[in-house]
């Protein structure tokens, strides 16, 4: 995708999401996201052939950024473990930073798409984790006998499960609290490993 055309999904990407944790879903009409997008509205049927598939296209965005974030900050980790409390790190702060959003996706994909959009969604993000997992394997910081396809998902799915029942379920979680989690799933995964 060019940079202008870049742009203009991303603006409409942020309008969607302005308009829709506003009013919800089913009263967002694709007129209120290009007004407040600020495009016109055959722009919009350009990158979505409906209101319905902006929806995974959000939580997509959502998890390429967090991606990106985990990515850039591990780059310089020297073990396992420092990538994973990295991970677990940026799981926490992703998911209290996009609290609203992220509810908002739970509810859009399980409602309008199926399960299968939702792994689409997630496997570059497991093919980056289970990279590090083999050259952990190599390293021999890991069980060598692991089956790291299901491993990947089910640890992934541990941070994220952790974290979005915090801030989830809690007005305002304490940061004691919430250090605590982060460590007891850093201890449960490093068992894992092991």
């Not at 009013?23 to 694709?30: Q, S």
């Not at 799981?91 to 959003?101: G, I, N, P």
């Not at 541990?158 to 974290?163: I, Q, R, V, Y």
Request: some cysteine; overall charge negative.
């Amino acid at each position: 995708m060019n940079f202008k055309k870049e742009e203009k999904y991303r603006a409409i990407l942020q309008a969607a999401m302005n308009v829709m944790l506003e009013k919800g879903f089913d009263k967002t009409t694709i007129s209120e996201i290009v007004k407040e997008a600020g495009v016109a509205h055959g722009t919009f049927y350009v990158y979505f052939p409906s209101k319905n598939a902006i929806v995974p296209a959000i939580a997509e965005w959502i998890l390429q950024q967090q991606l990106e974030e985990i990515q850039g900050r591990t780059r310089e980790c020297t073990s396992i473990k420092e990538t994973i409390q990295t991970m677990i790190d940026l799981t926490f702060e992703t998911t209290l930073k996009h609290k609203e959003v992220i509810i908002f996706c739970y509810s859009g994909l399980a409602f309008y798409h199926s399960f299968q959009r939702w792994e689409e969604i997630y496997q570059p993000y497991y093919d980056w984790f289970k990279k590090q997992l083999e050259a952990a394997r190599t390293r021999k910081e890991i069980n060598p006998g692991i089956d790291l396809d299901h491993l990947v998902r089910m640890l992934i799915n541990l941070m994220e499960n952790t974290a979005e029942t915090h801030f989830f379920s809690e007005e305002k979680p304490e940061v004691n609290t919430t250090i605590k989690l982060k460590e007891d799933v850093y201890s449960l995964i490093h068992k894992a490993l092991v």
